[in-house]
């Protein structure tokens, strides 16, 4: 068994799409990125790599890359599993944004990296925190997101 943590954050604007765990948020501000700024698949990847000690995201899609150009994340992700095939146990992820609330979007966010990760929706923990008003994240200009993942 090994763990791997992965964290990702990235600036809000207006005119960008709010996307977190492959699935796009109705929000007025959406993450500004080279690729499509899913956050939460972001960590998600990292963990993924961290438990394989295998580098991180950066090294594996360079930003300055222009393949990379508003890439779809999740397409990141199979990338990722088809390259390692990792056999992954569970995942347990926390997004922190100040608005909109998540509460509504848990399930399909959920449902979401199931279906691309290939594990039972048990299997995948999403939580959902604001950061009370505090710093960037809770002056509504940044989202984060943190991940840790087992796999064996
Ligand atoms: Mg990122």
Redesign the pocket.
Known sequence: MRAGLGS???RLGEGCKLMIGGIEIPSDKGEI?H?D???LI?AVIDSILGALAKGD?GALFPPEDIRFRDADSKELLRHVLLLYSPRIINIDATVTLERPKLRNHIEDIRKSLSAILSIPMDAVSVKAKTAEGLGPIGQGEAISAECITLIE
Do not use: L, Y
Request: glycine share 10%.
């Open positions: 990702d954050i990235h990125a690729s700024g899913d956050v972001h995201i």
